[in-house]
């Protein structure tokens, strides 16, 4: 556990937390989580689930209720022809995550990337003793990874982690862009491929959420698809995660929660299963909103002189490069890095935004942008204005 560092996302929220507590008018744009309810049929599925209640043990790899409507999730986002027995649930798309290190990955393995990486990525690699090989992706080349790059770092490799949308960055892949990538990765017949897609329905511009299973069907043997309802559906703290993939990694899934969680709670399932089988209205409205959102952070961050921003197109994120401020000084105090921009931001204009540098990029930061309209305004009016202050 030595090898274990706490989240430095959740650094900062409790910093936060820690001036607003103190009486200071703080606007957050750090912690990703989508700031939205389920829709009511949720809460009546939990309601009525309680009144259910046999108080028992539920199953290791989930309700068949669950799992059938996670297959037609899947099935309605061009993932096609998946059974019970290539799911599995547990506690959040984390728990997947962790899981999957634990049945993939022995000591040593090389586990590959890119950056910048959701910072948990690192920590789960180190906590399972896996050799990272990080891929650099910097805003020059729209923080995506190319062919060539994926070509040349895979031998050697055991497990490539893959992000799309991307936290921290909102890029989203093109169709052709996929295909590209899965051309390369059928070159590498030894490499396990998961695919973190949790943001899969938050897509915007017409660009669409596609993925290697459906670009190249015989990569479905080694490919992992990790789901959940928390960003989807708003729901980040019922902690409900899927993974789809070959039976063997699967049952291997199923095992671990056998020893680990034994069962995601029977309340919650019922609110999943509603959730991913009911209306989508809340999800569909939200997405748009989500885009409107990105359109004025964007303008935003894209107006400071200097600042470089790729267009994200999914997600809730927005990673511009903010390395014009470094040797620039505010109010006397000199701006070195990305940690000491951000601590300046929230202390001087009370805006907490994430360090780049814990998600291995220092010359960036990340805004997430689900806050309500009239803070996401003020926010950036005092963000632009701390730029503007720089000398």
Same mark, same amino acid.
């Given at each position: 556990?030595?090898?274990?560092?706490?989240?430095?996302?959740?650094? /900062?929220?409790?910093?936060?937390?820690?001036?607003?507590?103190?009486?200071?008018?703080?606007?957050?744009?750090?912690?990703?989580?989508? %700031?939205?309810?389920?829709?009511?049929?949720?809460?009546?599925?939990?309601?009525?689930?309680?009144?259910?209640?046999?108080?028992?043990?539920?199953?290791?790899?989930?309700? +068949?209720?669950?799992?059938?409507?996670?297959?037609?999730?899947?099935?309605?986002?061009?993932?096609?022809?998946?059974?019970?027995?290539?799911? =599995?649930?547990?506690?959040?798309?984390?728990?997947?995550?962790?899981?999957?290190?634990?049945?993939?990955?022995?000591?040593?393995?090389?586990?590959?990337?890119? /950056?910048?990486?959701?910072?948990?990525?690192?920590?789960?690699?180190?906590?399972?003793?896996?050799?990272?090989?990080?891929?650099?992706?910097?805003?020059?080349?729209?923080?995506?990874?190319?062919? =060539?790059?994926? +070509?040349?770092?895979?031998?050697?490799?055991?497990?490539?982690?893959?992000?799309?949308?991307?936290?921290?960055?909102?890029?989203?892949?093109?169709? +052709?862009?996929?295909?590209?990538?899965?051309?390369?990765?059928?070159?590498?017949?030894?490499?396990?491929?998961?695919? +973190?897609?949790?943001?899969?329905?938050? /897509?915007?511009?017409?660009?669409?959420?596609?993925?290697?299973?459906?670009?190249?069907?015989?990569?479905?043997?080694?490919?992992?698809?990790?789901?959940?309802? !928390?960003?989807?559906?708003?729901?980040?703290?019922?902690? #409900?995660?899927?993974?789809?993939?070959?039976?063997?990694? =699967?049952?291997?899934?199923?095992?671990? %929660?056998?020893?680990?969680?034994?069962?995601?709670?029977? /309340?919650?399932?019922?609110?999943?299963?509603?959730?991913?089988?009911?209306?989508?209205?809340?999800?569909?409205?939200?997405?748009?909103?989500?885009?409107?959102?990105?359109?004025?952070?964007?303008?935003? #961050?894209?107006?400071?002189?200097?600042?470089?921003?790729?267009?994200?197109?999914?997600?809730?994120?927005?990673?511009?490069?903010? !390395?014009?401020?470094?040797?620039?000084?505010?109010?006397?105090?000199?701006?070195?890095?990305? #940690?000491?921009?951000?601590?300046?931001?929230?202390? %001087?204009?009370?805006?907490?935004?994430?360090?780049?540098?814990?998600?291995?990029?220092?010359?960036?930061?990340?805004?997430?942008?689900?806050?309500?309209?009239?803070?996401?305004?003020?926010?950036?009016?005092?963000?632009?204005?701390?730029?503007?202050?720089?000398?």
């Amino acid at each position: 556990m030595s090898r274990a560092k706490p989240s430095a996302i959740m650094a /900062v929220a409790e910093k936060a937390k820690a001036l607003k507590a103190a009486g200071r008018d703080i606007i957050s744009f750090s912690i990703g989580v989508p %700031n939205f309810l389920p829709g009511e049929h949720v809460y009546a599925a939990a309601r009525e689930a309680l009144t259910k209640d046999s108080g028992q043990y539920g199953s290791n790899r989930g309700p +068949d209720a669950l799992l059938d409507a996670f297959i037609k999730h899947l099935d309605d986002g061009g993932l096609k022809g998946y059974g019970r027995k290539n799911i =599995a649930t547990g506690i959040g798309a984390k728990h997947m995550l962790y899981s999957l290190a634990e049945a993939l990955l022995d000591p040593g393995d090389t586990i590959a990337f890119a /950056v910048p990486y959701w910072t948990t990525y690192v920590d789960i690699a180190d906590i399972v003793g896996a050799e990272k090989r990080l891929l650099p992706c910097p805003a020059s080349q729209n923080y995506k990874l190319t062919p =060539a790059q994926l +070509d040349a770092a895979l031998p050697g490799v055991k497990l490539f982690l893959f992000n799309n949308p991307s936290n921290p960055t909102g890029m989203v892949y093109t169709k +052709d862009e996929i295909a590209a990538l899965a051309d390369v990765l059928v070159k590498h017949p030894d490499v396990w491929i998961v695919c +973190d897609d949790i943001y899969n329905r938050m /897509v915007f511009d017409g660009v669409g959420y596609h993925n290697f299973v459906s670009a190249r069907p015989e990569l479905r043997e080694r490919t992992v698809q990790v789901d959940s309802i !928390s960003k989807t559906y708003g729901m980040p703290g019922w902690r #409900v995660g899927f993974i789809a993939g070959p039976e063997s990694v =699967a049952q291997a899934m199923v095992t671990l %929660n056998s020893n680990h969680i034994t069962n995601v709670p029977e /309340v919650v399932n019922a609110a999943a299963t509603a959730a991913l089988a009911g209306p989508q209205t809340v999800t569909e409205q939200k997405c748009a909103e989500f885009q409107a959102k990105r359109d004025e952070v964007l303008a935003a #961050v894209l107006s400071i002189p200097g600042v470089v921003c790729p267009r994200p197109q999914g997600a809730f994120y927005v990673f511009p490069d903010i !390395s014009v401020a470094f040797g620039k000084s505010h109010d006397g105090v000199k701006i070195g890095n990305d #940690v000491e921009l951000c601590n300046a931001l929230l202390e %001087n204009k009370g805006v907490a935004c994430v360090p780049g540098s814990a998600f291995g990029d220092p010359n960036a930061l990340r805004i997430s942008y689900t806050c309500p309209t009239a803070q996401l305004s003020e926010g950036l009016k005092r963000f632009r204005e701390f730029f503007a202050e720089l000398s």
